[in-house]
């Protein structure tokens, strides 16, 4: 699903924010990308979501080198993966649904569709009652599971999350990740960087471990998801 | 190519029939445009205060050439009438007899280059000329009448071939009786030199201020990207195609530009209306027919249309260069 081939990503300030870096992802695997503060983890996920570009090296996501994606067409390349940030990114005049919608709004679902898969989406999370409810009102947690939702309504082939539990308590942490177990579990390839040692810790998942910029270790637990065995 | 087309094809999601599919796929494009340009009118609605100096700053910009254009547009209108009006003046000799007189007007009356001949008295030419400096009884004060016997030719040929009038002049001021020949007519071709400058002016300045609408609506526009700047971010984290996030921006200049030339309509005719009694003043002391020279409908809808398009573009230039220098970060 994921190929690094001796990645390098130097940003125009000449700070190398990763340096040769080599590392597959398998599709259905479950992945988990740490290191500390600075290490390169949002980098390495920017360059999965094209939101930045390898200096040099090559990446290739769902058998698609990424620089021969155009500019114009990073859009349609983005509605293949789902992406969960630390800082959820929802529209905060708007309502659960409507956020969760949106991905299917620009892929140009049918709306009756829509109502359905969003409604499916929410209840997967477990806010189906609040998806009338505006973003404001909702707590943190609760922001961010309506984020993963917007991540999965359109049925992505590949979920990345950067820090998905930064702002969550242990136990709301814990439920997240269930979660992302879950949709593992269903098929969907997983990559989520995250620095919490402790809560994956006890989760038998592929650990990448990411200092100054080099992978220095990628399979420290490595446990493919029973469906894609 | 066909693994790019794997992702690509996120876009086909229905496997209904062709004609089903385009038309669903037409369909969806309206209502993206319906909600792009309800979105802008909403978001016009939210900064009221900010919109409607937007729309004053674009309604000046249009209107001053748009007034200019029609103020000259106006003066060529009454200085085409007077120039169908050009007259040559003939004084004749004190002292000519009345023969003499009917002889020369005989010869214009047979002239094809005169339309028609007024034959003014001395006595009638003074009387008229006491009633224009408004000294009346000035033809009792006076002893002896110094005024000449004149006679007014309205020629057939008009304003703009001024060397043909100028050929008939020095004719008729060889004509047996005749003193002096004046063409009445340099102070126009003046007016008219003058009317081709304004106009060239009007022209300069609507480029000059059709740029002004364009920074305007850019300005406008940047401003309002960047109070969407994170919507942007998360529209284009999520799929939206740089079209997408286009069109609410540009649908935002557009209304810019409608309105504002909506704007400058209004106030033009507002300006005209107040003008109109000074202009009608002034036509009349010329004898020239006068219409009320209020900008009408074909203007409304050009105003409309050139507002329309600059906000446009304006709106497409502001989201496209933002979305251009996002990439490049």
Not at chain 1, 59 to 79: E, M, Q, S, T, W
Not at chain 2, 44 to 54: A, D, V, Y
Not at chain 2, 180 to 198: P, Y
Not at chain 2, 216 to 231: E, G
Request: net charge positive; aromatic share 8%.
């Amino acid at each position: 699903m994921i190929n690094f081939n001796a990645v390098t990503k130097t940003y125009a300030n000449g700070f190398p924010a990763l340096r040769q870096v080599n590392f597959e992802l398998a599709d259905g695997e479950m992945a988990f990308l740490t290191g500390h503060s600075g290490a390169g983890k949002s980098t390495l996920l920017k360059i999965i979501l094209l939101m930045e570009r390898c200096s040099s090296g090559q990446v290739i996501v769902n058998h698609c080198p990424l620089d021969k994606i155009k500019g114009r067409d990073v859009a349609y390349f983005r509605r293949s993966i789902g992406v969960i940030l630390q800082d959820p990114y929802l529209l905060p005049n708007s309502t659960a649904h409507q956020n969760v919608a949106l991905p299917l709004v620009f892929a140009g679902v049918r709306h009756q569709d829509i109502a359905s898969r969003v409604r499916a989406a929410l209840d997967k999370v477990g806010l189906l009652s609040k998806e009338k409810m505006q973003i404001e009102t909702l707590s943190q947690g609760e922001q961010e599971r309506v984020s993963i939702a917007r991540a999965i309504v359109h049925k992505p082939k590949l979920l990345l999350a950067d820090e998905p539990t930064g702002n969550l308590d242990p136990a709301l942490s814990a439920e997240i990740m269930n979660l992302f177990e879950q949709f593992n579990q269903m098929g969907v390839t997983v990559l989520i960087a995250t620095h919490d040692l402790g809560l994956i810790g006890h989760l038998r998942h592929r650990i990448l471990t990411l200092h100054q910029g080099r992978m220095v270790s990628t399979g420290v637990r490595m446990m493919t998801n029973e469906a894609s065995l | 190519m066909t693994q790019e087309k794997n992702f690509i094809s996120a876009k086909k999601w229905s496997s209904h029939s062709f004609i089903e599919e385009n038309l669903f796929r037409l369909r969806q494009y309206c209502i993206n445009h319906y909600d792009a340009l309800r979105q802008s009118a909403h978001e016009l609605r939210q900064t009221q205060l900010g919109t409607l100096l937007t729309f004053l700053m674009i309604g000046v910009s249009i209107a001053l050439p748009a007034g200019l254009w029609a103020a000259v547009h106006n003066m060529k209108g009454l200085t085409g009438n007077l120039s169908h009006n050009a007259q040559i003046s003939l004084f004749l000799r004190m002292n000519i007899s009345e023969n003499e007189i009917e002889s020369l007007m005989d010869v214009l009356k047979s002239n094809r280059s005169i339309a028609s001949s007024h034959y003014i008295s001395p006595e009638e030419g003074l009387k008229e000329f006491s009633k224009r400096i408004g000294m009346q009884g000035l033809e009792d004060s006076l002893n002896d009448n110094p005024l000449p016997t004149v006679i007014t030719i309205e020629p057939k040929l008009v304003g703009e071939n001024d060397s043909e009038l100028e050929k008939l002049t020095v004719f008729l001021r060889n004509l047996p009786g005749v003193d002096n020949a004046t063409l009445d007519f340099k102070w126009l071709k003046r007016l008219h030199s003058l009317l081709i400058i304004g106009q060239r002016t009007v022209y300069a300045l609507s480029v000059l201020l059709g740029l002004g609408v364009l920074l305007v609506v850019i300005n406008a526009i940047r401003y309002l990207i960047q109070r969407y700047h994170k919507q942007i971010q998360i529209y284009q984290l999520v799929g939206a195609t740089f079209p997408y996030i286009r069109r609410p921006f540009i649908y935002m200049g557009l209304q810019y530009g409608f309105w504002g030339g909506l704007l400058a309509w209004v106030m033009d005719n507002l300006i005209l209306l107040l003008l109109t009694p000074s202009v009608r003043n002034l036509a009349d002391s010329y004898g020239v027919p006068f219409h009320t020279p209020y900008l009408g409908m074909l203007t409304l809808w050009t105003l409309l249309f050139i507002g329309s398009v600059l906000g446009a573009l304006g709106g497409y230039w502001a989201v496209n260069s933002y979305l251009r220098q996002q990439q490049r970060a």
